[in-house]
């Protein structure tokens, strides 16, 4: 008996012991640690119109690091296709339950799979549609399929140049001054060596919305 309330404490100790400290005093130390070094992206890589966001009183209008929807506007560049939408939702989807909350993830769908083989169909005719001139082969891959978050801010700059033409005549914007947005909004690989070149979809648009006078 005596054994086993000498085992029952060293249980209950080592118990409360790791609930402080991995409970408790490492998640602080990080929260201190993030605030303290990279600020800005602890909080989620807010974006406001005048970019970064530094203050409570700064209004958020998306963040660099999770995607949105700007389909049906020729105005602005577009994003990959999402599996769960990018989240949208109107007040009569969260009075309906329709949705479920914030979330990410992709379809899920083989390549093999009708559903997912009509989708890809139907993206690369409104592409089509939307860019006459551009060839059906000459479509970027990342434009057609989704990510595996469904959340991706980003797309490749093969992806953004081929939308300028368009996005020119919607516009009036000169195909330079579009050049050189994306190029302002283009980040390197990782260290030099992991990843690959991405373009920032919100930062550009967000560009492209001041060149036009409406932020």
Known sequence: MKSFLKYLKSAVMLTVLMLVVCG???????????????????NGSLV????????????AIGSA?????????????QGRVSGVNYNVYTQEDKEDGTYAGVGSGGSNLAPSNEEL????????????????DVKKGEIPADLLTASGSGMDPDITPESAKIQIPAIAEATGLSERELEDIVSRNTAGKTLGVFGHERVNVLKCNLEVAKALGEI
Do not use: C, M, N, W
């Open 24 to 42: 408790l005093a490492y998640p602080a130390a990080l929260t201190g640690i993030g605030q303290a070094v990279f600020p800005h992206q602890a």
């Open 65 to 77: 690091i999770v995607g949105q929807d700007f389909s049906g506007d020729a105005r602005y560049f």
């Open 117 to 132: 083989k009509k989708r890809v169909e139907d993206s690369v005719e409104q592409f089509l549609k939307e860019h006459p």
């Open 48 to 59: 406001t119109a005048e970019g970064e966001k530094t203050t409570e009183s700064d209004k």
